[in-house]
């Protein structure tokens, strides 16, 4: 088992900068993949960025591409999602996520931290 915590979220203006963290416990995430993914009011929950643990290779939508960077922490088996140039369509509820990387679904989940972009 994994388990995930997030953090960080909060309300901030259009164009403002927020860090989330996700704290993770309980196993190697040598073998994972680490992803955030956010879900608005009203709208499908969508990925927005993700991790290889041991290779750091990244993904990022489109929307997110220049603004956001998802990085992590070994010493403190953390993923990091900075979230530059924020905008209101950024609100969501922001989640955490593991996989192992021979997984194609997504097995552990935190339990999200809420982003407001609003002026």
């Known amino acids: 088992q994994v388990q995930l915590v997030e953090s960080g979220g909060g309300l901030v203006q259009p164009g403002d900068s927020l860090r989330l963290s996700c704290a993770a416990s309980g196993r190697t995430l040598s073998s994972y993949v680490m992803g955030w993914f956010r879900q608005a009011p009203g709208k499908e929950r969508e990925s927005v960025a993700a991790?290889?643990?041991?290779?750091?290779?990244?993904l990022y939508i489109d929307s997110v591409k220049g603004r956001f960077t998802v990085s992590r922490d070994y010493a403190k088996n953390t993923m990091y999602l900075q979230m530059n140039s924020l905008k209101p369509e950024d609100t969501a509820v922001y989640y955490c996520a593991a996989r192992d990387l021979a997984s194609t679904s997504w097995d552990f989940w935190g339990q999200g931290t809420q982003v407001t972009v609003s002026s």
């Open positions: 991790l290889t643990w041991s290779g750091g290779t990244t």
